[in-house]
């Protein structure tokens, strides 16, 4: 029986309900200091550019809640309109043991577990510190719209995204939104770019962004690469062994990084104090099993208010009740 048919909460045998997925993921837990204020900021963003934009309903916004003692939603400081269209998948600590073994934190599952989950189109993985301001994001969803970014046909086409790094100095204030507005309209041509590579990628893409049929033909990021590093050219790798690709900035979308650590270009690694996955190229285009992103795994899912919320697209409340729990 196809793993659909024996999991009917998963979206990915319905046909898009939405226009655009925007995929994050995360842990209630104080990662390089301020994790849970650039995540915050980053949906609270999101929320407030969608409703400017009147895209609230053709576009959602998951995050996987990775393993947290203390639900996501419970911590995060989110606006109304984040609260509402914000939906929270929670993989319970029980469950995300199993499945990081030794690992600090194995990015590719909940990456996954998010899209097999998703109902848009297009799928965005954004990085739970990626800030994408009105104006890109206002291009990149007509471009969805037309099927085209310029001369790329997303029915062909993936995308990442170079990324502006903000100054830590100030990310560490833990800025408002205005403020980081006001600094990147006066600052961004001195900020530190790190940029995709168009000859040999090596990664630092703030964002990926591709049509969903991409996604589930490669079966996403490579769920053995539990560590750190490596996971992103890995795919890149698969993709693009079949589909072009392009930098979202070299056609107009550019995108800023909440910059976390303190000498990125120093010895960083003692920040970061993660185990490296094995560069080893990839040898097929699909390396996970069809259970990929927990697709066996019925899971729970909230909005901001830590309502329970269908797992369908269209959100739709079963409970008018907060549920005061701590998992």
């Known amino acids: 029986m196809p793993i659909e048919n024996a999991y009917p909460h998963l979206s990915s045998h319905h046909p898009p309900t939405k226009l655009l997925s925007i995929l994050c993921q995360g842990r209630n837990d104080s990662y390089m200091g301020n994790f849970l204020w650039r995540l915050s900021t980053v949906l609270n963003n999101f929320a407030r550019n969608l409703k400017i934009l009147g895209m609230e309903n053709q576009v959602e916004v998951i995050i996987t809640d990775w393993g947290s003692q203390v639900p996501l939603w419970k911590s995060l400081q989110l606006s109304s309109d984040a609260r509402k269209n914000s939906r929270f998948i929670v993989v319970p ?27 848009g189109e297009y799928l965005l993985h954004s990085d739970a510190d990626a800030f994408m301001p009105l104006d890109s994001l206002c291009r990149l969803l007509y471009c969805l719209k037309v099927g085209r970014v310029n001369d790329y046909s997303l029915d062909d086409s993936f995308f990442w995204a170079s990324k502006y790094h903000i100054p830590n100095t100030l990310i560490e204030m833990n800025p408002s939104l205005d403020a980081i507005e006001e600094h990147i309209s006066k600052n961004w041509q001195n900020y530190v770019r790190e940029g995709v590579n168009k000859e040999l990628f090596q990664g630092s893409g703030v964002c990926l962004l591709m049509k969903r049929e991409m996604w589930f033909e490669t079966r996403g990021w490579n769920e053995k690469l539990i560590y750190w590093g490596w996971n992103d050219i890995d795919w890149h790798t698969r993709l693009a062994s079949k589909y072009r690709w392009e930098d979202l900035e070299l056609q107009g979308m550019k995108v800023f990084h909440l910059e976390h650590y303190k000498d990125r270009f120093g010895d960083y690694t003692k920040e970061l104090q993660r185990k490296f996955n094995d560069p080893v190229p990839p040898t097929c285009i699909a390396p996970n099993p069809e259970n990929w992103g927990l697709a066996d795994h019925y899971l729970q899912y909230y909005n901001g208010d830590g309502v329970n919320i269908t797992p369908s697209s269209n959100r739709q409340i079963i409970s008018n009740e907060v549920l005061n729990i701590i998992l």
Not at 98 to 103: A, N, W
């Open 93 to 119: 600590p029980e469950l995300s043991k199993i499945y990081e073994l030794d690992s600090i934190y194995p990015a590719s599952y909940p990456a996954n577990t998010a899209a097999r989950r998703a109902s």
